[in-house]
């Protein structure tokens, strides 16, 4: 009986030998360690210096397409996406439709960074902007001022901007009805 069980054991181990010697173990690497990421902007003050400069140029190509849309070179999809492009395009086709027309640009009075967050893909930047548009005149059809006297001479939007690569797009930008902030 020792004899028969060790006539099937063996063969068994010899087996489980051979096959263990055949098959290599899986060996998982260490994993690399990760590089960091460094960050797009240095400071707050930085980031809110480069949104500023985008926003500013946002503001550019709006006022120039309602001021006269013939004269623009810049297209919206140079300056915004998203939903910033979507309303702004929209905003400009009805105000146009209307007859209406600007005189005067309107200009950046301040801006007050509210966040900033980098990743891999890209930085984004929200901030407070107030528009100055005290030398903003709204005129008709038939260029005659329809300006109110009682209007502010500031509005504040909120705005984020997205900066990847080369490009810096305003993604949001929302009318912002907190008027001690101007």
């Known amino acids: 009986m020792i004899r028969r069980l060790a006539l099937v054991a063996l063969p068994l181990a010899l087996l489980a030998g051979a096959l263990s010697a055949c098959t290599e173990s899986t060996r998982i ?19 809110l210096e480069a949104a500023t400069a985008a926003y500013e140029e946002y503001l550019v190509v709006l006022d120039g397409l309602l001021q006269d849309p013939r004269e623009v070179t810049a297209e919206f999809n140079d300056v915004a996406e998203g939903a910033a492009l979507d309303a702004a395009v929209a905003s400009v086709a009805d105000f146009l439709s209307q007859g209406y027309a600007l005189s005067g640009p309107r200009r950046l009075g301040g801006a007050d960074l509210q966040q900033y967050s980098d990743s891999v893909e890209a930085a984004e930047v929200t901030a407070y902007f107030c528009e100055d548009i005290s030398s903003v005149v709204l005129l008709d ?9 009682d209007r502010p001479d500031f509005t504040l939007f909120e705005a984020t901007i997205r900066f990847t690569g080369s490009s810096a797009l305003v993604i949001e930008r929302e009318f912002w009805s907190n008027e001690t902030s101007c």
């Open 141 to 149: 059809r038939n260029g005659q001022s329809i300006s109110t006297e």
């Open 29 to 47: 690497p260490p994993a690399e360690p990760t590089a960091e990421v460094a960050p797009l902007f240095a400071t707050d003050e930085e980031a």
